[in-house]
């Protein structure tokens, strides 16, 4: 998934307040930055990244359901990997290496949910000819257990949806 180089021009955004200077300087001076934006009318919370595309080739990553904390813990964790390793993450693959005891897998965003979920993301690469790729990290419930495989537990199906196309095997690639 890294690219030769960014698809187009990429220019910088005007900053429309002294919040967006801050994170610009914080994307520019630490090449990413979490966003986190709290849930509510019964939507889960979500957190994600913006920086990877441009600074590394990356796809965009997006954590729905946990705690910001904990998101972005995990989002740094995959960060940390994506740079000192070199090494992109894969759509339908487990990685155990992002938080001891945990698996995760990435799934393609699918481009409808991009609006809803990645505003600063859409703002930050408007400048773009075509949109920036990005990737939910999913993780399992307290069993270990996927939201497409048998045995889900339901009740996290609501804090946890799934913005891309499960893998097609109920266990993914290994």
């Known amino acids: 998934m890294f690219l030769d180089e960014m698809p ?64 972005s813990k995990l989002l740094d964790s995959a960060a940390v990997r994506i740079r000192g390793l070199k090494k992109p993450y894969q759509p339908y693959r487990l990685y155990n290496d992002i938080a001891d005891g945990l698996e995760v897998m990435f799934l393609p965003v699918a481009f409808p949910h991009y609006k809803e979920y990645l505003g600063f993301a859409n703002w930050f690469y408007q400048s773009l000819p075509a949109p920036y790729p990005a990737l939910q990290m999913v993780w399992p419930d307290p069993k270990g257990v996927f939201p497409w495989q048998p045995g889900y537990d339901a009740r996290f199906h609501r804090a946890q949806p799934l913005l ?8 993914g690639q290994r």
């Open 8 to 71: 187009g021009k990429f220019r910088y955004p005007q900053p429309e307040d002294a919040e967006d200077k801050t994170l610009l300087a914080d994307i520019q001076r630490k090449g990413w930055h979490h966003f986190a934006v709290s849930g509510g009318d019964g939507l889960p919370g979500y957190t994600f990244s913006v920086g990877h595309f441009l600074n590394l080739n990356h796809p965009e990553l997006i954590v729905v359901g946990l705690k910001d904390a904990l998101a």
């Open 164 to 171: 891309g196309k499960a893998p097609a095997s109920p266990l």
